[in-house]
């Protein structure tokens, strides 16, 4: 997800004059917000709840967005410091090039497996809602045993097929002058990043024992009651 964080400013950022380069940290802060919100989606589509969540709670949204980033750093370092070696070999060296390409695919299909995985675990965290159940690794591959890895990983490949083509019909919106962009950022990637955290809710949903569901049934009363 730091990795999505990162081309996210790239691609909104890459269109526009160098002389608006200041706005990259109010970039950064939406970012964090949308993460936070992704968080929050995820959270309420594992209760099932069927409206989406209010975007309200802006400096808890914020700290859940930050939250969102250090568990994406924990899981995404070490393949991305293996694909800055590989791709440094083959810029210094035509003779490592091979080398380089191989530590690149290496560190690529790493990335794939931890983001396989970090999937389950961001969705952890939402239910727990606290940081370290993102790092609960036995719990998280419980989690997807119940499910089964075959089955988790294609409904993943599934739904990352949905969302290239979304993300296709928004690039081909995006540059329809004038409303284009403007109808891209609010209607269709708010869409998309909706119907991928609700997907992946419900997926997590699907990972709940009986007693777990029990406890949600009845604190559900309460979560009500502090929503009025």
Known sequence: MITQLSV?????????SGLLYFLIIPAIIASLLA????LRTLATSIMKEDEPPVFN????MFLDGLRVLIVGLIYEIIPILI???GFIM???????MLLGLLVMLLGLVILLIVGIIMVMA?????YHDEIGAALRFGEIKERIKSIGWLKYILVLILLGVIYLILA????????IPYVGLVLASLIIYPFMYLFMYRAYGLIFRETLEDDELQQE???LPETEEMNL
Do not use: C, D, P
């Open 217 to 219: 049934v009845e604190e």
């Open 35 to 38: 993460s936070g919100y992704q």
């Open 57 to 60: 709670e802006w400096t808890k």
């Open 8 to 16: 996210e400013i790239v691609m909104g950022y890459g269109r526009v």
């Open 90 to 96: 083959i810029m210094i060296s035509q003779g490592a």
């Open 83 to 85: 694909l800055m070696a």
């Open 122 to 126: 961001v969705s952890n965290m939402a």
């Open 168 to 175: 296709l019909v928004a690039s081909f919106v995006s540059i």
